[in-house]
């Protein structure tokens, strides 16, 4: 479920403004822990959602790892990414992709129940498909031209994992480099990352937490 897109283009101008409130950064940050010679390869990383004979979401874990792994700083950079794992700055770079792993398991297991085909009209158009909330992390045609990203997915291809995943992540990734934190104040994009009526974020945090424990 998505907040704030009763226009096509709120969204982005939010996260684009420059009044938006600059994030907090933590006082004392402990230094992350560098990568050992001898550290587990990052992939493959299993993911929980491939649990109870769903094998074939392998290929979801090893597109998101893939993606977190080569964006790993950025994650590193979130101003909140310790209240999801509390142990962050001093795992292996393996472990913190795991763990970013599993928080994008639990906001898809939110926001699709982890069904790829799923499409809600939500606050977009009923006669403008390209405006609906799709797929495994209900994103929309239309944010590809909000946050002017070079994609060109269709609204059939967002009801495939791979294109979906990609689209998330890179909504990810700008709210991150622009607002430094997973949890933004106002304006978010998924309802479940934010402390309002739709709220998951302590589920989602506890569901990372259990599931890598060496998060703490």
């Known amino acids: 479920m998505l907040m704030g897109r009763t226009l096509p283009f709120l969204l982005a101008s939010l996260l684009l403004s420059a009044c938006v409130r600059a994030p907090v950064q933590p006082a004392a940050v402990a230094p992350i822990a560098p990568a050992s010679p001898d550290a587990t390869p990052v992939s493959p990383i299993a993911l929980s959602w ?6 074939d979401r392998g290929a ?12 790993l700083t950025v994650y590193d950079a979130a101003s909140d990414i310790a209240f999801f794992c509390p142990n962050w700055r001093t795992l292996a770079p393996h472990e913190r992709v ?19 085909g799923i499409e809600v009209i939500d606050v977009g158009s ?3 498909p390209d405006t609906w909330s799709v797929g495994l992390y209900q994103v929309s045609v239309i944010d590809q031209t909000s946050y002017e990203f070079n994609s060109s997915y ?3 291809e967002l009801k495939t994992p791979a294109p979906n995943i990609d ?11 622009r607002r430094g934190a997973i949890v933004v104040p ?15 974020v302590d589920e989602i945090a506890a569901h990372v937490r259990q599931e890598v424990d060496v998060c703490g």
């Open 50 to 55: 491939e649990r109870g004979g769903n094998s």
């Open 60 to 71: 979801w874990s090893r597109q998101l790892t893939g993606l977190i792994s080569d964006n």
């Open 98 to 116: 795991r763990a970013a792993g599993e928080l994008w398991v639990a906001t898809a297991r939110y926001e699709s129940s982890f069904r790829p």
């Open 126 to 128: 009923k006669d403008n």
């Open 154 to 156: 269709t609204f059939a």
């Open 167 to 177: 689209l998330a992540h890179r909504i990810m990734m700008r709210q991150l480099s």
């Open 186 to 200: 106002s304006g978010p994009y998924w309802a479940v990352l934010y402390r309002g009526k739709y709220s998951k």
